[in-house]
């Protein structure tokens, strides 16, 4: 497995947490997405010293309101409050119900960039808008399609396809037809049906296919999906076809391909693929359905 790249390293070091629901913050207008009306807004420099009076010094995450504090100005974020047993972590005195509205202030007072600057958001956000509009920023990177482990690399689709390429030797095909024959033995044990990976590059754009086996309730099924490189907006211009068949029959499916912004268990356990019951795939594979031998066969095309 290969190593994330550092910047990445860098996003997943301090995960981000939504404001508690308990209490309104001081209301900003919420700007998710507008980076070019909110870069025009004049704004200072955040100095290192103002990000670590803003820093929890429990969870390290960002504070938002309610901000507590004790009665010697130690403050904390409230979802920790009930992690220190209502006890200052730097002071150990009570901490109370004592709220710090200065530090709240100065907070809403503050513009800071996107974190996903470096992959091309322009924007500058109230304090309070930041974390929203970067849960939803078109620029945040993607995490790795391959399901085959718990992969925790992320990236721009061009990293992610070298990243695939390379470091788990996926195929990679050109074209928007494809043709595949799966062939497993003792397809009785769905462990021994593991699921297989192709990229296909095709209209300047990227797709996955996933095949694999799981359990639905007391039998495994077999499913095939495609995956769209790219966000949910640009996976709608595209539909898909796939089909399997043998001994005089064939099962034909057609939908959009979900981005991989969805998770591939998400894709998977929403049934939103071609779908082939053990039975009907032995049947499909023919001979004395010890060996599992399908042909999915299908197309990719960009709707006008």
């Known amino acids: 497995?290969?190593?994330?790249?550092?910047?990445?390293?860098?996003?997943?070091?301090?995960?981000?947490v939504d404001p508690p629901q308990t209490e309104e913050p001081t209301e900003i207008g919420e700007l998710v997405n507008e980076p070019l009306q909110t870069a025009l807004k004049p704004h200072g420099t955040v100095t290192s010293s103002v990000r670590e009076l803003l820093e929890c010094?429990?969870?390290?995450?960002?504070?938002?309101?309610?901000?507590?504090?004790c009665s010697n100005g130690h403050t904390l974020c409230s979802g920790c409050k009930p992690r220190v047993h209502d006890r200052c972590p730097t002071c150990r005195h009570e901490l109370g119900n004592i709220r710090c509205l200065a530090l709240e202030k100065v907070a809403a007072s503050l513009e800071?960039?996107?974190?996903?600057?470096?992959?091309?958001?322009?924007?500058i956000y109230p304090y309070y808008s930041k974390?929203?509009?970067?849960?939803?920023?078109?620029f945040r990177p993607y995490n790795c399609p391959y399901a085959g482990s718990e992969c925790?690399?992320?990236?721009?689709?061009?990293?992610?396809?070298?990243?695939?390429?390379?470091?788990?030797?996926v195929d990679m095909h050109n074209g928007?037809?494809?043709?595949?024959?799966?062939?497993?033995?003792?397809?009785?044990?769905?462990?021994?049906?593991?699921?297989?990976?192709?990229?296909?590059?095709?209209?300047?754009?990227?797709?996955?296919?996933?095949?694999?086996?799981?359990?639905?309730?007391?039998?495994?099924?077999y499913i095939a999906f495609l995956r769209f490189m790219g966000d949910d907006n640009e996976a709608k211009n595209y539909t898909y076809s796939l089909e399997v068949g043998g001994n005089g029959r064939k099962?034909?499916?057609?939908?959009?391909?979900?981005?991989?912004?969805?998770?591939?268990?998400?894709?998977?356990?929403?049934?939103?693929?071609?779908?082939?019951?053990?039975?009907?795939?032995?049947?499909?594979?023919g001979g004395d359905k010890k060996e599992l031998k399908l042909r999915v066969t299908g197309r990719i095309w960009k709707e006008q």
């Open 251 to 285: 099962m034909i499916w057609q939908g959009v391909p979900r981005s991989i912004r969805d998770s591939h268990r998400k894709v998977r356990d929403s049934f939103d693929g071609l779908i082939i019951q053990r039975s009907m795939a032995l049947f499909f594979s």
């Open 152 to 169: 925790s690399v992320m990236g721009d689709i061009p990293y992610l396809v070298t990243h695939l390429k390379d470091d788990h030797k």
């Open 131 to 138: 974390l929203k509009h970067e849960s939803q920023c078109a």
């Open 176 to 221: 928007c037809t494809f043709n595949h024959r799966y062939v497993k033995t003792n397809p009785q044990e769905v462990e021994n049906a593991t699921w297989m990976l192709t990229v296909f590059s095709c209209f300047g754009q990227y797709f996955c296919l996933h095949f694999e086996a799981f359990q639905l309730g007391m039998a495994p099924v």
């Open 1 to 16: 497995m290969a190593s994330s790249h550092p910047f990445f390293d860098d996003i997943r070091s301090k995960s981000s």
């Open 112 to 123: 800071l960039p996107c974190k996903y600057q470096g992959f091309g958001c322009i924007g």
């Open 57 to 69: 010094p429990v969870c390290l995450n960002a504070m938002y309101p309610p901000i507590h504090q």
